[in-house]
Every structure is written in C-alpha cells, then in structure tokens.
C-alpha cells in the first residue's frame, strides 16, 4: 500500500463512524417504538381480562321444575296386526251358475244361513231317480226277506237285495252332497263383506263369493324379544291403540304364546284376545300393543327437555339457592349434575340415580347453561310433562 492509498482510507474512518451511529440510533428508536406498542396492547389486554373477571357471566333466564316421584308400572311395548278369529272366503265347491244371491254387502249372518245357490235341476232330478232306485231295492229286499222267511227263496238271493239297497242308499247320498254343494251356506256367524258375484254368473270351483269375518271378539297377534320370555304369560293385560281411533283403547289378553322363537329374528309370536263388541277393529289393520306386569314402582321423573344429552354422559342442571345478594334477591346458580337414566315415557323419563325428589331441575335454556353459572327463573313457558301425551289434534 503506497501513502497516497493510506492516506485516503484514513479518510473515510470519520464517515463510517457517523453512518454506524446513525444506524444505531434508528434501530433504538425503533424498538422503543414497537415495545411502546406492544407493551400497550399487553397492558390494555391483562387490564380487560381483570375487568370482565370481576364483572362475572350474566345471569341467564331459563325455566324450573321440581323433580317428582311417579309410580310407573313395567310394561312392554310392541306393533302387530289383527285377525279375525273365525275368518273364511267363501266359494263354491263345484261349478256351475248363480240362480240366486240370498245376501246383502255387509249383513251380519248367523251360522247355516243361505248366502248363494247355483243351478241344480239337473242334480235334483238325477236325485230323484237315486231315491226311486233306492226305494224299489228296499222293497225288494223286504219281499225277498218275508219269502225267505218262508224258504221260498235263498239266503244268497237275500244277501243280495241287501247289498243292492245300500249301493242305492250310498248314490243318493253321493248326489245329495251334490246338491248341496250348489248351495254356500254360512260356516259360522259373522260379518259378509262385499259381494263378488251376480245372478247368471258362472262359477268355477274354488271361485270367492264373499268374505265371512267373525270380529268379536278378535285376534291381535305380534312379536316380542326372546328376552320377554320371563316375564310373558297367558292371561296377562293388554292395552290396544290405533291411530284410527286416537284416544281410544281396547282391552284384552293374552291368549298364546308360540313355543318356538324365530331363529332369523329371534323374537316370539304371541297372541293376545280383544274385545271388539262394535266392530270397530277389522282383520288386517296395524296397532300398537302395550303389555303391563309386576307391581308399580317408584321412580324421580323430569321432563325428556331437562336432559343434556352427551356422548361422555347425562346431565341435568340444578338451580342451588346460595343465599342473598346486595340487594337481598336470592343468588340461583346452576350446578351439573350427571345422572343414569330409565325408561321414557310420554314427555317424562325416569332418573335413576343422580336426582332426588324435591330438587330444582333447569327444563328450559340448557344450552346456554354452563357450571356454576348464575340464573334467573322464568316459569311463564313449561315444557309437557305427561307420561301419555295426547297430541292437540286428536
């Protein structure tokens, strides 16, 4: 390096010194900056979070009630469908055309009536003719016999005319049964459906003329659990509904119980009896079937709204009385509480541990509800709370 090259890098030392300061002082001011800004966003946050804490949550408004006990019966339910205890589709046996029909669309027929004849003059004269037979061998029997008697003829000659006489009697009986077979008659009392045939028609064998239906009383018959076993029994009530009739119940029991439980379903056929005196339940309809047994049992039951329900648990919200405020009001606040639930009925289900009878249960504004939280009772609004509802339409 020469000392004209020294002399200039001398020089430039003064400079760099101030562009070095110059840099620093820029990055002092700017982080006395951004510290002034965040260090005020720190404060203003810690200062919020400590005013809403010693604000504390608003209270919130929901709806009570206390918990009841209520004497619940066991019972099962089940659907089925009905049938009727004596129920035919009459037809004929042997074919031939309508000469008369004896009844009316929906009449109510007592057993043996006469419903429908077809025509059987033929068969009445063919009839006739047997009978004609049938009445010369027996004459001849009883000639023969009284000759017999006085060894005019043999015994051989006798056996005979005895034999001839019951071939007679044998094809009028054959062509009696013939005869009535042009005639459908009723198999037993009961209510006719509506009429499949007309006058001049021509049957075939096997062709249905009308439905004959013995409706009371009736059969329901249905499936329950291979686990109802235990505790079904003939005899035991039953309570029928159907939403034909909403409001109104038939009553019966059990007749049968099928020995055998479905291997595909695992479930049992049973039987049950009604009563049916105004024919209001008909063969084929649907219904819904509930079977009561054991003695009453107590149970503390709230409303189905009141439970929260969770994937990690049940619960219900108690309102806890925890003395008064500044202003002397009652201090309500919610407090969890998990519960084992039971059966459900209606709007109701019953709590099984968990709650006891008495107790100030939350039944509207759950979901807005945490633990602990302060609460104030409105109950202008209540949920339903009926064991067997009846919807306002029926």
Same mark, same amino acid.
């Given at each position: 390096?020469?000392?004209h090259?020294y002399?200039?890098?001398? =020089?430039?030392? +003064?400079r760099r010194?101030?562009?070095n300061?110059?840099?620093?002082?820029?990055l002092?001011?700017?982080?006395?900056?951004?510290?002034?800004v965040?260090?005020y966003s720190?404060?203003?946050g810690y200062?919020i979070?400590?005013?809403?804490a010693?604000m504390g949550?608003p209270?919130?408004?929901?709806s009570t009630m206390?918990a009841?006990i209520?004497?619940?019966q066991?019972?099962?339910?089940a /659907?089925?469908?009905? &049938?009727?205890?004596r129920?035919?589709?009459?037809?004929?046996q /042997?074919?031939?055309?309508?000469?008369a029909?004896h009844?009316?669309?929906?009449?109510?027929?007592q057993e043996?009536?006469l419903l429908?004849?077809?025509m059987?003059? @033929?068969?009445i004269?063919k009839? %006739?003719?047997l009978?004609?037979s049938?009445?010369l061998a027996?004459?001849?029997?009883?000639? %023969?016999?009284?000759?017999?008697?006085?060894?005019a003829?043999?015994?051989?000659?006798? =056996?005979a005319?005895e034999q001839n006489?019951?071939?007679?009697?044998?094809?009028?009986?054959q062509?009696?049964?013939?005869?009535?077979?042009k005639s459908i008659?009723?198999p037993?009392?009961g209510?006719?459906g509506i009429r499949l045939?007309?006058?001049?028609?021509?049957?075939s064998?096997?062709?249905a003329?009308v439905t004959l239906?013995?409706?009371?009383?009736?059969f329901?018959?249905f499936?329950?659990?291979?686990?109802a076993?235990?505790?079904?029994?003939?005899?035991l009530?039953?309570?029928v509904e159907?939403?034909?009739?909403?409001g109104?119940t038939?009553?019966?029991s059990v007749?049968a119980?099928? +020995?055998?439980?479905? +291997?595909d379903?695992r479930? /049992?056929?049973?039987?049950?009896?009604l009563?049916?005196?105004?024919?209001?339940?008909?063969p084929?309809?649907?219904?819904?079937?509930?079977?009561r047994?054991?003695?009453?049992?107590?149970?503390v039951t709230v409303?189905?709204?009141a439970i929260?329900?969770n994937?990690y648990?049940n619960l219900?919200y108690?309102?806890?009385n925890q003395?008064n405020?500044?202003s002397?009001? +009652?201090?309500?606040?919610?407090?969890q509480?998990?519960v084992t639930?039971?059966e459900? &009925?209606?709007?109701q289900?019953?709590?099984l541990t968990?709650?006891?009878?008495?107790?100030?249960?939350v039944?509207?504004g759950?979901n807005?509800l945490?633990?602990?939280?302060?609460v /104030?009772v409105?109950n202008?609004?209540?949920?339903?709370? @009926?064991?067997?509802?009846?919807p306002?339409?029926?």
């Amino acid at each position: 390096m020469t000392m004209h090259d020294y002399r200039q890098d001398y =020089d430039r030392r +003064p400079r760099r010194r101030f562009l070095n300061l110059r840099m620093i002082i820029m990055l002092v001011l700017v982080a006395v900056v951004l510290g002034g800004v965040f260090g005020y966003s720190a404060v203003r946050g810690y200062m919020i979070k400590k005013f809403m804490a010693s604000m504390g949550a608003p209270p919130q408004t929901v709806s009570t009630m206390k918990a009841e006990i209520s004497e619940w019966q066991q019972q099962m339910r089940a /659907v089925g469908s009905l &049938r009727a205890v004596r129920g035919a589709d009459l037809s004929a046996q /042997v074919a031939g055309i309508v000469s008369a029909v004896h009844f009316e669309s929906g009449a109510e027929v007592q057993e043996g009536a006469l419903l429908v004849e077809l025509m059987a003059a @033929d068969d009445i004269a063919k009839l %006739n003719a047997l009978k004609a037979s049938a009445a010369l061998a027996r004459i001849t029997r009883d000639r %023969n016999l009284a000759q017999f008697k006085a060894q005019a003829v043999s015994k051989q000659q006798v =056996d005979a005319d005895e034999q001839n006489l019951k071939s007679a009697e044998a094809q009028v009986a054959q062509q009696e049964a013939l005869v009535n077979y042009k005639s459908i008659r009723a198999p037993f009392a009961g209510q006719l459906g509506i009429r499949l045939v007309d006058i001049g028609q021509y049957l075939s064998a096997g062709t249905a003329v009308v439905t004959l239906q013995s409706l009371d009383p009736i059969f329901f018959d249905f499936y329950m659990p291979q686990q109802a076993l235990d505790v079904l029994k003939t005899g035991l009530p039953v309570t029928v509904e159907t939403d034909t009739y909403p409001g109104i119940t038939f009553t019966g029991s059990v007749l049968a119980i099928n +020995p055998k439980v479905d +291997p595909d379903t695992r479930n /049992v056929q049973v039987r049950a009896t009604l009563s049916n005196p105004e024919h209001k339940l008909l063969p084929g309809m649907y219904a819904n079937v509930t079977l009561r047994f054991g003695e009453p049992q107590p149970y503390v039951t709230v409303p189905q709204t009141a439970i929260s329900y969770n994937p990690y648990g049940n619960l219900v919200y108690v309102v806890d009385n925890q003395g008064n405020d500044q202003s002397g009001k +009652p201090k309500l606040v919610a407090t969890q509480k998990f519960v084992t639930l039971g059966e459900t &009925r209606g709007d109701q289900v019953a709590i099984l541990t968990g709650i006891d009878d008495g107790q100030e249960i939350v039944t509207n504004g759950l979901n807005k509800l945490r633990n602990g939280i302060p609460v /104030v009772v409105n109950n202008s609004v209540q949920p339903s709370n @009926d064991a067997n509802p009846t919807p306002p339409n029926e």
